[in-house]
């Protein structure tokens, strides 16, 4: 165990010193302006910083300040001492990557009053004063010697950050039209003319028009230069939308406020309807905190029981999707409780079964394993705990589940506990489809049409 000790007024001489270094990194600028609330482009926007004097990132100046009073609270003195005051004057910016040693050195020293002056110093690696000072304390006069608190982990995610990269990838490609089926509330219609603003889409909006309109005002918002398309309700708007896809006139629907058996039934009428050979099947893209990349999850909307053969194009459409945006050979985790084949638990002889399609050619483009528990799925350790060799395990990109009662489950774990930010689109039919949840907000709606505008242009130039 290691302690803290401090240095008591007694024990303390003229010209003694302590110090620290620390090394500036990007992480120790994003934590002090979340604690400080100091967003200064000059620190958080390298963009910003490049015209900027220093012409690149720099420390907050007072990240160098907190260093000397690390010093002068855990080294010298330590534990009992009481700040008074503190002088500062700022030489150089603190680059990223630059290494910061912090000196403090006892100047003065008071008999009466227990109050010590201290010089203090920081210098850059190359020796050179970046922060200068000096400290006026109270010195301990007891000794203090405790275990020294072992500090949390603090992981930092930027909301959306891999959203953002994917809508960065899409921002060359011309938009695609959709056709949004019944964007009668304020939530569903801000998430089209969003994806409208940002050169996604070209919505084509279907349903009754004044409750369109009145939709638009509540968001006071236009529809000026909007294709709209009106029908009565929602049930007319689903086999409308179906109508303007097969006339060519769209290259995906968008579900708005109505329910998702609602949409679906016009896609899979055989007459009129938008099958495919593929079984249709819904992926969650999922911006995970602490996951290094997406992570795809399927099936968790459409089939809820799915047999082997639905399986096949479950993992197949999540596969194209990730591929469309640019996973190369996406590596695809058959989930069960286990990581071994029961017979008894039918979702590990699916997955044996999957992986031998797999290396028959009956499922492409991607690497398969399974069974496979979710922790060894997505956790390198485990995995390795476990003693499971595979190029898949604990680096999942895919994550296909049993069924989608365990689907959903983990999706929704993923977005409620882990603060998961989610996207979804349903593939198999003639064209992908933006399934969005009522409590989706507008980043999750942008998000999902993105990726139906990286699918469509993927299919384009392989077709």
């Given at each position: 165990?290691q302690?803290i000790?401090?240095?008591t007024?007694?024990?303390?001489r003229?010209g003694?010193?302590?110090e620290l270094?620390r090394v500036?990194?990007?992480?120790d600028?994003e934590?002090f302006?979340v604690?400080?609330?100091?967003v200064?482009p000059?620190?958080?926007?390298?963009?910003?910083?490049?015209?900027d004097?220093?012409?690149?990132?720099?420390?907050?100046?007072?990240w160098?300040g907190?260093?000397?009073s690390?010093?002068?609270?855990?080294?010298?003195?330590?534990p009992?001492t009481i700040?008074?005051n503190?002088?500062?004057?700022?030489s150089?910016?603190?680059?990223l990557g630059?290494?910061v040693?912090?000196?403090?050195?006892?100047?003065?020293?008071?008999?009466?009053n227990?109050r010590?002056?201290i010089?203090?110093l920081?210098?850059n690696?190359?020796?050179?004063p970046v922060i200068?000072g000096?400290?006026?304390v109270i010195?301990?006069?007891?000794?203090v010697?405790?275990p020294?608190?072992?500090?949390?982990?603090?992981h930092?995610?930027e909301?959306?950050?891999?959203y953002q990269e994917?809508v960065?990838?899409a921002?060359?490609?011309?938009?695609?039209?959709v056709?949004v089926?019944?964007?009668?509330d304020?939530?569903?219609?801000?998430g089209?003319?969003?994806?409208?603003n940002?050169?996604?889409i070209?919505?084509?909006?279907i349903?009754p028009?004044?409750k369109?309109e009145?939709?638009a005002a509540?968001?006071g918002?236009?529809?000026?230069?909007v294709?709209?398309?009106?029908?009565p309700?929602?049930?007319a708007?689903a086999?409308?939308?179906?109508?303007?896809?097969?006339s060519?006139?769209?290259d995906?629907?968008?579900?708005?406020?109505l329910?998702?058996d609602?949409?679906?039934?016009p896609?899979?009428?055989r007459?009129?309807g938008l099958?495919?050979?593929r079984?249709l099947?819904?992926i969650?893209v999922l911006?995970?905190?602490?996951?290094?990349?997406?992570?795809?999850?399927?099936?968790?909307a459409?089939?809820i029981y799915?047999?082997?053969?639905d399986?096949?194009d479950?993992?197949?459409?999540?596969?194209?999707?990730a591929?469309?945006?640019?996973v190369e050979?996406?590596?695809?985790?058959?989930?069960?409780?286990i990581?071994?084949?029961?017979?008894?638990?039918?979702?590990?002889?699916?997955?044996?079964?999957?992986?031998?399609?797999a290396?028959?050619?009956?499922i492409?483009?991607?690497?398969?394993?399974g069974?496979l528990?979710?922790d060894n799925?997505?956790?390198?350790s485990a995995?390795?705990t476990?003693?499971?060799v595979s190029?898949?395990?604990?680096?999942a990109?895919i994550l296909?589940?049993p069924d989608l009662e365990?689907?959903?489950?983990?999706a929704?774990?993923?977005?409620?506990?882990?603060?998961?930010?989610?996207a979804?689109?349903v593939?198999?039919?003639?064209v992908?489809?933006i399934?969005?949840?009522?409590?989706?907000?507008t980043?999750?709606?942008?998000?999902?049409?993105t990726?139906?505008q990286l699918y469509?242009?993927?299919?384009?130039?392989?077709?």
């Amino acid at each position: 165990m290691q302690y803290i000790e401090n240095r008591t007024f007694e024990e303390i001489r003229v010209g003694d010193s302590a110090e620290l270094t620390r090394v500036l990194r990007t992480e120790d600028i994003e934590l002090f302006a979340v604690m400080s609330g100091d967003v200064n482009p000059a620190h958080v926007d390298a963009e910003f910083a490049k015209s900027d004097r220093f012409h690149q990132v720099i420390a907050h100046g007072m990240w160098g300040g907190s260093l000397i009073s690390a010093v002068l609270g855990t080294e010298l003195p330590g534990p009992g001492t009481i700040y008074l005051n503190q002088s500062l004057h700022f030489s150089k910016p603190v680059g990223l990557g630059d290494t910061v040693t912090v000196r403090v050195t006892v100047k003065e020293k008071n008999e009466q009053n227990k109050r010590l002056k201290i010089d203090c110093l920081c210098l850059n690696q190359d020796g050179e004063p970046v922060i200068t000072g000096e400290a006026e304390v109270i010195a301990p006069t007891e000794k203090v010697r405790r275990p020294r608190v072992v500090l949390p982990e603090v992981h930092l995610h930027e909301r959306g950050a891999r959203y953002q990269e994917l809508v960065n990838e899409a921002h060359d490609l011309e938009p695609i039209r959709v056709a949004v089926v019944h964007p009668c509330d304020e939530k569903s219609l801000t998430g089209a003319l969003e994806a409208m603003n940002q050169g996604m889409i070209e919505p084509v909006l279907i349903g009754p028009q004044a409750k369109i309109e009145a939709a638009a005002a509540g968001i006071g918002r236009g529809l000026d230069g909007v294709e709209v398309i009106a029908v009565p309700h929602s049930h007319a708007a689903a086999e409308t939308a179906v109508e303007v896809v097969r006339s060519g006139r769209a290259d995906a629907i968008m579900k708005g406020k109505l329910h998702t058996d609602e949409l679906i039934e016009p896609v899979l009428d055989r007459q009129k309807g938008l099958r495919t050979e593929r079984r249709l099947s819904h992926i969650f893209v999922l911006d995970v905190p602490h996951y290094p990349k997406p992570l795809f999850i399927t099936d968790a909307a459409i089939n809820i029981y799915p047999g082997i053969e639905d399986k096949r194009d479950i993992i197949q459409n999540a596969i194209d999707l990730a591929a469309a945006l640019g996973v190369e050979q996406p590596k695809v985790a058959i989930l069960s409780a286990i990581e071994t084949v029961h017979p008894k638990i039918s979702s590990t002889v699916d997955a044996a079964a999957l992986c031998k399609m797999a290396d028959r050619g009956q499922i492409t483009g991607g690497r398969l394993d399974g069974p496979l528990a979710f922790d060894n799925a997505i956790s390198a350790s485990a995995a390795e705990t476990k003693g499971i060799v595979s190029e898949v395990a604990g680096d999942a990109d895919i994550l296909m589940a049993p069924d989608l009662e365990a689907g959903n489950m983990i999706a929704k774990q993923l977005i409620y506990l882990a603060g998961a930010e989610s996207a979804g689109i349903v593939l198999g039919a003639r064209v992908p489809i933006i399934l969005t949840s009522r409590a989706d907000g507008t980043l999750s709606r942008i998000a999902s049409c993105t990726l139906a505008q990286l699918y469509v242009h993927n299919k384009r130039r392989s077709n």
